[in-house]
């Protein structure tokens, strides 16, 4: 399981907000590699989930996005707590 701290007005870089006009959540980008990449070699998806993890402006750690890209990879369910910082 991964954790990330997001602040309350970045949020919908992590999740789909459809009232947001921000347009590149890094929860769109896991689901497509997630459809996309079973099966793939984890060393294939980290780069994917690590640039998705920039363009959303998240700070995971190498090793969550090892740990995303396994699960990907071998079709498990991953968990990520969210932890909601700021006003």
Do not use: C, K, N
Not at 21 to 49: C, D, K, S
Request: no cysteine; aromatic share 6%; charged share 20%.
């Amino acid at each position: 399981m991964g954790e990330i701290s997001v602040s309350a007005q970045d949020i919908d870089h992590l999740l789909h907000d459809p009232a947001s006009a921000y347009g590149a959540p890094y929860q769109r980008a896991y689901a497509e590699l997630a459809a996309t990449h079973r099966g793939r070699p984890v060393a294939e998806i980290v780069p994917l989930l690590r640039r998705a993890a920039d363009t959303a402006l998240l700070g995971f750690t190498g090793a969550d996005l090892i740990e995303q890209a396994q699960a990907i990879s071998s079709g498990a369910p991953y968990e990520l707590r969210v932890r909601i910082t700021g006003p």
